[in-house]
């Protein structure tokens, strides 16, 4: 490498650290307060704001599970490569390149502000990011200027008249050709350069991974009980699971359990400070404490819960035991107002989703949800409390981390994902999935079973059938039934013969209305058609 590369290399390597040190110290400081102010996260959380409803089904679509870590790996690097400038910059002009670290924190502590649950005290990971990145740029900035003054301690005078016209002096203007005892000095201080970046690049490794740390052991529940259930549900009968590998569970594992949210960093809420309040048009306003909720009578319900960005086939779709109360027993003390025609829902952090107040009325088993599968629900599922209302797509019933439900009406308030153009009227439509075999797996021939889920909320699967390379249309055997609102497993024994084979499912509702085979997308109000998988018998 040439010496001008390799100086403008370490500056720039200079400038990344100072970004680095300030970004995971800050992330390091939020993790101790409000994880969502880590100024990086923030950041990530205005971007995912700010998309498009077009780019994020893309990314959705394109990069499933793994769009937020690629969305925070961006942002990182984005920051890295701007750091990497200033560094640069710093090296001839130190104040600009603090005035550009100072920019750079000062957009993220925008991001920071912006989030509609800021608190001044929010801003603190922002001044940390902010006092490290710029004493890090200065110290190894001013670091690498002694050193190459060391290097070659030279002035303008010494430099050969005329071999370099009109250039700055600076030190790859030098002949490289230092005498001995400096090249000594200068290795020991190439040495500790070295050594200091590497230091550096130590802490804040240390400091990020402490913070995932202190944010997983801040997140996980001790010592919190379910409340109570008088009339607890008789146990779920045993999963076709059991019988037949590859089919689904019956009841969903809370860890496997999909999740989705718009959340980089989970809330982290105190159930003791936490309170859920009922306001907008009822004739009081009502405000619950996490132990109210607690004390009064809970019950139980079979629901299985689906995500509107659910692809035919897809993974967001989980069948749990929720504990709670129900949700109509809430609005009635409140005394719901004639007006209202939704609820519109908002999180511990301002985000909001609007559910039709007739859903929580008309008699489904809509609840305020305290528990899941017989524990405290998880802080990545809503502790302390969410709504669970069922037959309707996530994102219009099923509120995680919930503080206040306002009776409202549709031509007054719209929530998030409306805003978003995502539908306002979203029932879950009936679908159907094959778990086994898996799509474009090679399998033994002979006896097997196909099998997996199917979902019709609120009428209750009536059949589900398969179709082998395009034949006629085969009745599936059902598992057990836990209620229309519940998933039912299904499978259909299979003498495979080789070579490759094409199967498709699809359910039938106990009104008799069959699975829609025409496909659609998710957006906006749910993907339709039929899945079809394609096997290798061999
Ligand atoms: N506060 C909050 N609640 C939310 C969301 C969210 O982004 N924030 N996402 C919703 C969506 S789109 C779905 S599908 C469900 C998913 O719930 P789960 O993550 O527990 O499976 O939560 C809903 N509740
Ligand atoms: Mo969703």
């Not at 679509?61 to 690629?70: N, S, W």
């Not at 000594?184 to 590497?198: H, Y």
Request: hydrophobic letters at 45%.
């Amino acid at each position: 490498m040439k010496r001008l590369d390799r100086r403008t290399f370490a500056h720039a390597t200079a400038g990344v650290l100072a970004g680095v040190v300030g970004m995971s110290l800050a992330h390091f400081t939020a993790a101790l307060l409000t994880p969502a102010s880590s100024p990086a996260l923030a950041v990530g959380t205005a971007v995912i704001d700010a998309t498009p409803t077009p780019v994020k089904e893309w990314a959705v679509r394109e990069l499933g599970h793994a769009d937020k870590p690629i969305l925070i790996g961006s942002v990182l690097l984005a920051t890295i490569a701007f750091a990497a400038v200033i560094g640069v910059v710093a090296r001839r002009r130190l104040g600009l390149g603090v005035v550009l670290i100072a920019v750079l924190v000062l957009i993220a502590g925008g991001a920071v502000v912006r989030q509609p649950s800021f608190e001044i005290g929010q801003l603190v990971p922002t001044a940390v990011a902010l006092l490290l990145g710029i004493a890090t740029l200065v110290f190894l900035t001013r670091a690498l200027r002694a050193r190459s003054v060391l290097d070659h301690p030279v002035s303008k005078e010494n430099v050969p008249v005329g071999t370099i016209p009109n250039r700055t002096i600076d030190d790859e203007t030098i002949p490289d050709r230092p005498g001995p005892d400096r090249r000594e000095d200068a290795r020991l201080s190439r040495r500790g350069v070295l050594v200091g970046f590497g230091a550096l690049t130590l802490v804040s490794a240390a400091a990020a991974a402490g913070g995932q740390l202190i944010v997983r052991s801040r997140t996980a529940l001790a010592n919190i009980s379910l409340p109570r259930v008088r009339k607890p549900l008789p146990a779920l009968a045993k999963g076709l699971e059991e019988t037949y590998a590859g089919i689904s569970r019956f009841q969903t594992r809370s860890r496997d359990f999909y999740r989705v949210d718009t959340k980089l960093a989970i809330p982290i809420v105190d159930q003791n400070s936490w309170e859920l309040k009922i306001d907008g048009d009822v004739d009081r306003e009502l405000t619950f404490s996490y132990d109210d909720l607690r004390e009064r009578e809970n019950v139980e319900h079979d629901i299985t819960l689906t995500c509107v960005s659910n692809e035919v086939g897809g993974k967001l779709v989980g069948a749990a035991r929720w504990t709670g109360v129900p949700l109509k027993e809430l609005l009635d003390e409140a005394g719901v107002g004639s007006r209202a025609d939704q609820i519109l829902s908002t999180d511990v952090e301002g985000f909001t989703i609007s559910t039709p107040l007739e859903a929580a009325l008309d008699g489904r088993n809509a609840m305020l949800a305290l528990g899941m599968n017989g524990e405290v629900l998880s802080r990545t599922h809503g502790f302390p409390a969410r709504l669970v209302v069922p037959g309707l797509y996530g994102y219009v019933g099923a509120t995680k981390w919930v503080t206040k439900l306002t009776l409202t009406r549709y031509d007054a308030a719209t929530a998030y994902w409306t805003d978003r153009d995502w539908a306002i009227d979203a029932p879950i439509k009936l679908s159907s999935r094959i778990d086994t075999p898996r799509p474009l797996s090679t399998i033994e021939p002979g006896r097997t079973v196909i099998g997996g889920v199917a979902w019709a909320q609120q009428t209750g699967v009536a059949k589900v059938e398969v179709r082998i390379d395009g034949g006629r249309w085969q009745p599936a055997k059902l598992g057990p039934d836990a209620g229309i609102d519940y998933w039912r497993q299904w499978y259909l024994p299979w003498d495979a013969e080789p070579g490759s084979h094409q199967l498709a499912v699809r359910v039938t509702d106990r009104d008799g209305t069959a699975q829609d085979t025409s496909r659609a997308t998710p957006f906006p109000d749910g993907s339709s058609g039929i899945q079809e998988v394609v096997v290798t018998v061999a």
